[in-house]
Nanobody, 124 residues
Framework: QVQLMESGGGLVQAGESLTLSCGAS???????????AGWYRQPLGKERELVAT???????TYADSVKGRFSISRDSAGNTMYLGMNSLKPEDTAVYYC???????????????WGQGTQVTVSS
C-alpha cells in the first residue's frame, strides 16, 4: 500500500490563498480499490471532517463551509491531487489530510492510510 503525502501547508493571513498538494509514488486512484479521492481536515480539538472529493470522471463535491472558496483537482496522470484554497478564514485552520476511497451511493468512504497531514493556520 502506497502512503499518500500531503504538502503545501503554512501560515497565512485571512483573505489569502494557499494550495495543498497530495502525491504518491504511484496513482492517487489505485485501480480497483479507489474510484475517488478526498481531502479531510481536523481543527484542533474538533472531529475530522470531509472537505472536498473528486471522482475518477471529475465530479466534485464540497462541504458547505468551503463552497465557492476551495477547489479540488488532479493532474492528468492522477499522480498528484490538489486543494486550492482562496479567501481563507481563521476557521479554516486545521490539519489537512488527503485520502483515496470510494463512493458508495452518495457517501465517500476513504480506504487509504492516514498520513501526518499538513498544517494550515490562518490568522485574522
Amino acid at each position: 500500500q502506497v502512503q499518500l503525502m500531503e504538502s503545501g501547508g503554512g501560515l497565512v493571513q485571512a483573505g489569502e490563498s494557499l494550495t495543498l498538494s497530495c502525491g504518491a509514488s504511484g496513482s492517487t486512484f489505485p485501480a480497483n480499490v479507489a474510484n475517488a479521492a478526498g481531502w479531510y481536515r481536523q481543527p484542533l480539538g474538533k472531529e475530522r471532517e470531509l472537505v472536498a472529493t473528486i471522482t475518477r470522471d471529475g465530479r466534485t463535491t464540497y462541504a458547505d463551509s468551503v463552497k465557492g472558496r476551495f477547489s479540488i483537482s488532479r493532474d492528468s496522470a492522477g499522480n498528484t491531487m490538489y486543494l486550492g484554497m482562496n479567501s481563507l478564514k481563521p476557521e479554516d485552520t486545521a490539519v489537512y489530510y488527503c485520502t483515496h476511497g470510494n463512493f458508495i451511493g452518495v457517501r465517500y468512504y476513504p480506504n487509504s492510510r492516514w498520513g501526518q497531514g499538513t498544517q494550515v493556520t490562518v490568522s485574522s
